[in-house]
């Protein structure tokens, strides 16, 4: 677990397991998962080695974002259970030395939630300016296509803004229309989220993952954005860096964690964000939050959007995850993660699936855990867990695809067989089936019908197949984490790209003075010469082949290695 001692910044040797709670143990046989479920799983999330738990929101919700539509934020959904369920898992967390995070969703709320209820039923109720709601654009007819306030898409499909008749007035929603988007800029509506953290802090809660955090101040004007192909326009500009982003959230860090002793995780989730600007948030002098997750490394297979896809080459992962590396090197820490419930399956998406299904998934996990920050697994990503064969649009829950699927093929009259393509590559359903226990019916997830389809590879890929063998990925996991923390140069190090290698090859090192760590990984299904690695078998610390498999200066297809080597090679790239 977790290093002893007084160190504040416990959540830089820590590692983060995200459970996402809906899929991952059924206690009850109702096709759902939910909290004692989790509990009675629990020991495989220690045992693997993780130091925190994360859970995707369980909250009271009508549920038509799985969950991020919250209608009460200080309860547990019956669907998941109760507080008392909540306290029980908690308290065996930190009993087994571990710490728990919960998902705050507060730039939007559920449509259902009573502030919303209470703001929509008329321009001089108590909360009446706790959301943003604007008139039609002067000249038009209220309610009609072309008299929204402005021209933003929702991230959705449509428009941003959904007209209340009973109001007379247009609400925004950045996402779907049940989710309408809280004013920051209202004192009363701070005042009001800052006292329910606090609330969760005092029940024993370690922190806090923060949903599209930086999305909570707009540009007082809401001014139009630049159109995009889906007709709509771009307001990215004018609400992913808003002018009062950092005040809300140094007033957050003053009033909900400065007050209080000991240290909390707190990573915030950023769209667009960019090195600089995650700089700035996380930097050691105003440590507005522990860490960002960013999204460029997992916007690389987008072409202009979501939906339409590019290739991915290695070169394009380097320079990237490089480049963050670098660029928040000593004032500032990074988050590292493949997948979450938002992303396909990594070993589908930038690794290969079928022939090197073992030997990609660890090699990516491998150039991952050993950067620098705080690395993240999604539930299943320890076993390997695959992208889904979907057999048609019925088998799709998620309301960002389903959305997309009627826009294109409705709209767009896009061949919905092409559509469907589209969706087993990129639908955030693919995170989201049930975790594999077992090869039985339910997958050992529950034992009734699962609210989604099951994948049917839960056959062979499941957790007790893994843990009966010696070569598994859940076992390599277990050895990555193993290392990670027997080593301080892994956590403290500075990262160094090695440059001038193949294309299809990744190789850094770590350093502390003259105690370095090298990294090399082959992210391909060829093989590949490589000079540099001349180090002797006795060096080796974690290789994803038999150890007698390997060649010097040799990488197979998808090897990864790591090794200590000093003292410093000339040629390394100062980076």
Known sequence: MMRAGGDEA???????????????????????????????????????????????????SPQHDNGYDISDYQDIDPMFGTLADLDALLSAVHDRGMKLILDLVVNHTSAEHPWFLESRRRRDSAKADWYFWRDARPGTVPGEPGSEPNNWGSAFSGSAWEWAPDRGQYYLHLFAVSQPDLNWDNQEVRDAVFAMMGWWLDRGVDGFRMDVINFISKDPALPDGPLTRSGYGDGMPHFSYGPQIHSYLAEMKRRVFDSRTGSYLTVGEMPGVTPGQARAFTDRDRGQLNMVFQFEHVSLDHDGDKWTPRAVTVPDLRETLARWQVELAHDGWNSLYWNNHDQPRVVSRYGDDATYWFESATALATVLHLHRGTPYIYQGEELGMTNVPFSDIGSFRDIESLRYYEQATTAERLDPSHVMATLRQKSRDNARTPMQWTAGPGAGFTTGTPWIPLNPNHSWLNADAQKAGHRSIYCYYKELIALRRAEPVLIDGD?????????????????????????????????????????????????????????????????????????????ADPR
């Open 10 to 60: 416990w959540w830089k040797s820590a590692v983060v397991y995200q459970v996402y709670p809906r899929s991952f143990a059924d206690s009850d046989g109702d096709g759902v998962g939910d909290l004692p479920g989790v509990l009675a799983r629990l020991d495989h999330i220690a045992d693997l080695g993780a130091d925190v738990l994360w859970l995707s929101p369980i909250y009271p």
């Open 495 to 571: 990262f160094e790209l090695y440059a001038n290698t193949p294309d299809t090859v990744y190789a850094f090192r770590r350093c502390v003075a003259d105690d370095c760590i090298e990294v090399f990984a082959n992210l391909s299904g060829d093989e590949v010469q490589l000079d540099a690695l001349d180090h002797g078998a006795d060096q080796v610390l974690l290789g994803n082949y038999p150890i007698q498999n390997t060649v010097p200066g040799r990488l197979a297809p998808w090897e990864a290695r790591a090794f200590r080597r000093s003292p410093k090679p000339p040629d």
